[in-house]
């Protein structure tokens, strides 16, 4: 157990719809980041939350969003969906914005599907 | 950030030591070298962390040589239970703290 728990575990949608996927991060880290995880591929690196505000982002389009609450907590809202955003999302937290050296704990994911 | 290869699958048997090879030729000076564990339908875990040398802990050791291009992560006497992805991550602490995965290697093991 990391301490990184992660809601809904599953969830179906729709093409076109609107999704909110939700992250609690372990106590005392305050920085978090979420990777969109496709079957039988590495995670990929969506963004990093850092005291309520966005420091990082990776190769996704803008209809990926999130927030950082002032408690750590995080959400990731990804509008429009496409068949393609199927996969595994996952959400990790690290103690403080710091380099590599500073181990991610990550949550079990929640596993989205688009039909 | 830079680039890792590593063997796509490799089997091995209960009780025996796995050694699993990561290539990354264009490592940065400040770029330290991490490897992960993923069973399925889980997030990935930590297992070990290094610069340079060797690194041991209670579960892998880590061995990097002194050009640092590339690492091997040793499991002693695996079990069944250590069947899994194994990720070997590089990452330069001065671009931020986004992870970059690879394929990783799926470790079988077999009784």
């Known amino acids: 157990e990391t301490g990184v728990t992660q809601s809904p575990t599953h969830l179906i949608k729709t093409r076109g719809q609107q999704v909110t996927l939700r992250c609690s991060s372990q106590s005392g880290h305050n920085t978090v980041s979420w990777y969109q995880q496709a079957l039988g591929q590495g995670p990929q690196f969506i963004f990093q939350?850092?005291?309520?505000?966005?420091?990082g982002r990776g190769n996704f389009p803008p209809r990926f969003s999130g927030l950082q609450f002032p408690n750590y907590s995080s959400e990731l809202n990804v509008n429009a969906l496409e068949l393609d955003d199927s996969a595994l999302y996952l959400c990790a937290s690290r103690p403080r914005l710091a380099g590599l050296e500073e181990t991610q704990y990550f949550g079990p994911g929640t596993r989205l599907l688009v039909l | 950030l830079a680039k890792t290869t590593q063997p796509i699958s490799m089997d091995s048997y209960e009780g025996q030591e796995v050694n699993i090879t990561c290539s990354h030729n264009?490592?940065?000076?400040?770029?330290?070298i991490t490897w992960y564990q993923q069973f399925p339908s889980q997030g990935p875990r930590f297992i070990i962390q290094?610069?340079?040398t060797k690194v041991t802990n209670e579960v892998a050791s880590l061995f990097i040589p002194a050009d640092r291009k590339s690492s091997t992560l040793s499991l002693p006497r695996v079990s069944l239970s250590d069947t899994a992805v194994y990720y070997c991550?590089?990452?330069?602490?001065?671009?931020?703290?986004?992870?970059?995965f690879g394929g990783g290697t799926r470790l079988m093991v077999k009784p």
């Open positions: 991550l590089v990452g330069d602490k001065n671009a931020g703290n986004m992870l970059t």
């Open positions: 264009n490592i940065a000076t400040n770029d330290y």
């Open positions: 290094g610069y340079k």
């Open positions: 939350y850092y005291r309520e505000e966005e420091n």
